[in-house]
């Protein structure tokens, strides 16, 4: 692999993690503290999210198709500057209603000319025959990132608190996720930069004219492009519910808020290793099967979950498990875009099937936090964190499903072709 194609790939890599980490770093690391600072329940955090899924579902849509049409390095670029600005506002600490805004305005900034465009770039840098390597790099790498972000504010949060941080004061827990929020708006910006001077510019990069919705009728009349959707509404339930893992940790496991935020960061750790595993894995064998063995496995991990508590079991055994979950949530994030390739989508158009796809398999960023948010309030302590993973383990079961009919339509798809 040559110096170019590695700075290409690692721009890719930085700027899809940067861009969604003021969104999500901030309250998947340090929930708890994220919840006290800008005084919000579950439900309201829930209903924040609600309103980035809306606007990110619809900007998954009319954004997919211009992924076909103007250069990455621009759309890109523009995303990750949108971002950071709308990161330097929410460190003012507004109150709820102007958080649901903000998280509104992410929704369309990390999505809207960002989504599509990153997906084309990657399925183009990996060619024909490492699709799986490609996307798990991309996943592994957004992975890496995020958790050596992760060590760094982790680091900035104890840094700020007492030794004891359940005697912290509301101001040093505010100083310290101000801080925190700064610094991720900065790395966006600095993404930015690095997007500007290592992508190739419009002119070696850009395409021919055309009606920016050419192919969404074509996509939308693909069954398998539905069965695709599907399989992502499914794992990326699960994705979102390590957004839990924090506050699980806090107010199950007994620990304190920085004990909740580095336990999380830990678990950042495994992606890497779990999506460069799950692509070369997929590559060697086959892309749906992996996903349907990942799904399987997860299945069995949130059922355990469900029923296991500190009173009950080990703490190792929970550990092992939350750390399993792990492992299968983000090896089903490393490889499910590399079905594009396995199902034959025509290349031309995959702006327009990436949009569609994650217009419907995205939509978890509308109603997984609400529901979960209000499972957790209506039965708080352990008693609502069990019922959370009794929920993810149905959305398993679902997923397992949902790849049993993605290879039904395979070998339909096979069978016609044999016959023609």
């Not at 721009?11 to 980490?21: C, P, Q, R, W």
């Not at 309030?377 to 790849?403: K, M, W």
């Amino acid at each position: 692999m040559n110096k170019s194609r590695i700075l290409h790939i690692s721009a890719l890599v930085i700027a899809g993690e940067m861009v969604f980490s003021l969104p999500f770093h901030t309250t998947r690391f340090f929930r708890p503290t994220f919840l006290e600072v800008f005084d919000l329940t579950n439900t309201q955090m829930g209903d924040m999210f609600a309103a980035y899924g809306v606007l990110a579902m619809l900007s998954y849509l009319l954004g997919g198709p211009f992924a076909d049409r103007f250069s990455v390095r621009s759309l890109l670029l523009t995303s990750l500057i949108a971002t950071a600005c709308g990161g330097l506002y929410m460190a003012t600490i507004p109150g709820a209603v102007e958080m649901a805004f903000i998280f509104g305005f992410f929704g369309v900034t990390t999505i809207f000319l960002f989504w599509a465009a990153l997906i084309r770039a990657t399925r183009e840098w990996g060619g024909d025959r490492v699709q799986g390597t490609a996307f798990g790099i991309l996943d592994g790498g957004r992975g890496l990132v995020a958790a050596l972000f992760a060590v760094l504010t982790v680091a900035v949060l104890a840094a700020y608190l007492p030794e004891d941080a359940t005697m912290a004061t509301d101001a040093e827990r505010s100083a310290a996720l101000k801080t925190i929020i700064l610094l991720y708006s900065a790395a966006t910006f600095a993404a930015g930069a690095f997007v500007w001077f290592i992508i190739p510019s419009p002119g070696e990069t850009e395409r021919a004219p055309s009606n920016p919705l050419a192919g969404m009728a074509f996509v939308l009349r693909r069954p398998i492009i539905w069965a695709q959707a599907g399989v992502i509404v499914c794992a990326y339930c699960g994705y979102k519910g390590l957004d839990n893992y924090s506050l699980y940790a806090v107010e199950v496991l007994g620990m304190d808020e920085v004990e909740g935020a580095r336990l999380a960061s830990y678990g950042a750790w495994v992606r890497p290793v779990a999506a460069l595993a799950a692509g070369l894995i997929a590559d060697r064998f086959d892309v749906t099967r992996s996903l349907g063995v990942f799904f399987i496995l997860l299945t069995f991990v949130y059922a355990l979950l469900s029923i296991l508590t500190p009173d009950t079991t080990g703490m190792t055994v929970i550990y092992a498990n939350l750390f399993v979950s792990y492992f299968a949530v983000y090896a089903l994030r490393g490889i499910y875009f590399a079905l594009l390739e396995e199902t034959h989508t025509p290349r031309h158009v995959t702006g327009a099937a990436v949009g569609v796809i994650s217009f419907v398999g995205y939509t978890p960023d509308i109603f997984f936090a609400s529901i979960g948010g209000r499972l957790l309030d209506a039965n708080p302590g352990a008693g609502g964190h069990l019922d959370y993973f009794r929920f993810l383990t149905g959305i398993a079961i679902c997923g397992v499903l949902v790849v049993g009919w993605l290879m039904w339509l395979q070998r339909s798809n096979l069978a016609r072709i044999s016959q023609e």
